[in-house]
């Protein structure tokens, strides 16, 4: 349907379904060297990066490290995740640091939970964004 509206035309259609495509496999989809050893870092300074998270856990050796970003303005959403090769690792990681001030904020840590998506059963992280950065070791 074609409509003019001040001024301007417009055009209203029935959005058309789009088939997801299934994963490969039955196994996770996990970004690159994350693992499922990950610890969910919440309570960021909206100035966090990434460079900040590596340096905060380096005596932990995360494999990686990212801060989700919620616009492209370059501000942090105030979360991210560090991934661990062992669960060691992580647990000292969470038992140390758990609390204590990065850039002036505590920092909250607790293991990354996965979620079955409702749509199509994909495992999906919590409090899935886009992310525009993205540290690995």
Known sequence: MVQEVSGRIIRVEFSRRMKK????????????????HKLYV???????????????????????VRVVFSNPSGQSAGYGFVSFATMEEAEAAVSTLDGKELMDRPIRLKFSERKDDESGGEKKEEKDEPDDQNEEA
Request: charged share 20%; aromatic share 10%.
């Open 21 to 36: 495509p299934s994963p490969p496999s039955s196994e996770p989809i996990v970004p690159s060297r994350e693992t499922r």
């Open 42 to 64: 919440s309570n960021l300074a909206w100035k966090a990066r990434s460079t900040h998270l590596r340096e905060f856990f380096s005596a932990f050796n995360p494999v990686s």
